[in-house]
């Protein structure tokens, strides 16, 4: 089908020329998206109008309504003579009255079966969201998307080193989907490019190739909320509602040139391997790390000095580690193969928590289903503290997993809900149930905000230390059986 102006027919409006931009200009288009900001698509529509419905109604209601197009089944881009796409996206805030991104950015749909014959460059993701126009507005419950507030919009070119993540990040799941494993995708086994759930529970389930006998949940390619967290951060801090030509914002630990040869994977291992079975305190000492009063996270200081080549003081804080929501852990390991400290994460946000009414929309399931980055250290001798580097691997949670670890979220939720929010309470570490809750200090006197509006302590999401050994077990009969 060609890709001109027919494919796109102006609403009541006959020639292109009438348009109050230029459809062939990508800055013409967001030029004129401005006047949106600040306003809703009711101060826009006429009168004979009949709203859409459904999912995906809000974008076309913007392409009717505001920009005087009607929508139709034409596969390529929105704004296809300009090579852009058209994407709103939703923002809530925060008791802080904080904008925050509330999903990921769904791009388009993957069909198993056809996929598989598509390289990067002629798949529907890469044609179609190259440049996008994504317009942000605040999602308010049970409004109608007529009176939705538009706040920022954002002329967003993806940048040729977000490309070639994100062109790895699309490999891997097709080469997944070729080996009949459709099934076994997760948004934690890339970077920026997700290959995220569609559909509820109990959805009928899709056909995928090189297997026959295990049909797939419907998924969608989509830029992960880490990533669109990056944008949303770039666009509040330039104080402006429009912005266009976005650069990185973070300091970058892998340069354009060197993903051109590796993948960010290898590169970042590559550092690593040198120092494998090297002992801490000698890699401390080459990478120029001070320890010498012992500060109880030299562990992670010396990780970090290898991951980020002293191009970052805080790896997990880099442009590459933000947008793709990965994070790096150290676990240490006793002579006699026991872990002894339990893994924290970020306290619990109970109002977070508790508008959540979905699972798959919950931060825990971003956090819990994101790539994470381990980096082991294994005592040679009992009680000496003498510490090799042991092993660094990338490691996504495993699907049984994420399953146990909705109930552990379920459980959560309704204490919060119920106002039980104390130790007497939460999951334990002594539960054996992989999670457990706790505070991260023992002395906290700082109230963490509640839906009741009484506020309690803070509290964090922790694997149990049996569930790190666990991990770390897997990791090494995988080595074991190659």
Same mark, same amino acid.
């Given at each position: ?29 967001? @030029? =004129? ?87 990067? @460059? ?111 951060? =770039? ?83 880099? @442009? ?146 049996? =569930? ?9 009969? @995988?080595?074991?059986?190659?």
């Amino acid at each position: 089908m060609s890709d001109s102006i027919t494919d796109k027919h102006i609403v009541n409006q006959g020639p292109a020329k009438f348009l109050p931009y230029d459809i062939k200009s990508a800055t013409s288009i967001f @030029e =004129y998206s401005k006047g949106l900001l600040g306003k809703t698509l009711r101060d826009f529509v006429r009168k004979d109008y009949v709203p859409k419905k459904g999912k995906g109604s809000l974008g076309q209601m913007v392409e009717n309504i505001y920009f005087l197009l009607e929508t139709n089944n034409y596969a390529g881009a929105d704004f296809s003579e300009a090579g852009m796409e058209l994407k709103c996206t939703p923002l809530k805030k925060s008791k802080q009255d904080e904008y925050l991104i509330k999903e990921r950015l769904v791009c388009n749909m993957i069909n198993y079966c056809e996929v598989i014959n598509d390289d990067f @460059e002629h798949s529907h993701f890469y044609l179609k969201c190259q440049l996008m126009l994504l317009l942000f507005y605040l999602h308010q419950n049970n409004c109608d998307n007529l009176d939705l507030e538009f706040i920022f919009s954002v002329l967003w070119k993806l940048p040729k080193k977000d490309l070639l993540i994100i062109r790895h990040d699309y490999e891997v799941i097709i080469d997944k989907i070729k080996q009949g494993k459709a099934h076994e995708l997760s948004e934690g086994d890339t970077l920026y490019l997700g290959a995220c759930r569609k559909g509820q529970k109990g959805d009928s389930l899709m056909k995928q190739p090189n297997n026959p006998h295990v049909d797939a949940p419907r998924r969608a390619f989509s830029l992960k909320m880490a990533y669109m967290r990056t944008i949303l951060e =770039y666009v509040v801090k330039s104080g402006k509602n429009a912005v266009s030509n976005v650069a990185g914002t973070k300091s970058e630990i892998v340069s354009t040139s060197a993903l051109l040869k590796k993948s960010f994977d290898d590169i970042l291992l590559g550092r690593f391997k040198p120092y494998l079975n090297m002992p801490f305190a000698m890699i401390a000492e080459r990478k120029k790390v001070n320890i010498s009063n012992n500060p109880k996270n030299k562990f992670a200081l010396v990780a970090n000095a290898i991951a980020t080549s002293a191009k970052c003081s805080n790896v997990n804080r880099s @442009e590459e580690f933000l947008k793709a929501g990965l994070t790096m852990k150290t676990i240490r390991i006793q002579a006699n193969g026991i872990i002894k400290e339990a893994m924290s994460f970020e306290n619990i946000d109970y109002i977070e928590v508790a508008g959540c009414e979905e699972w798959i929309d919950s931060r825990l399931y971003e956090l819990y289903s994101s790539r994470f980055m381990f980096v082991v250290f294994r005592e040679q001798n009992t009680g000496k503290e003498d510490y090799v580097l042991d092993d660094v691997f990338f490691w996504t949670m495993p699907q049984k997993d994420l399953e146990w670890a909705e109930v552990y979220w379920n459980h959560i939720r309704n204490n919060i809900l119920t106002g039980h929010i104390s130790e007497e309470y939460w999951w334990k570490g002594a539960d054996k149930k992989k999670f457990h809750v706790r505070p991260k200090a023992q002395k906290s006197v700082d109230l963490a905000p509640t839906p009741d509006g009484k506020g309690a302590k803070k509290f964090c999401y922790w694997f149990n230390n049996d =569930y790190v050994r666990e991990i770390v077990e897997n990791r090494r009969k @995988e080595i074991i059986n190659g």
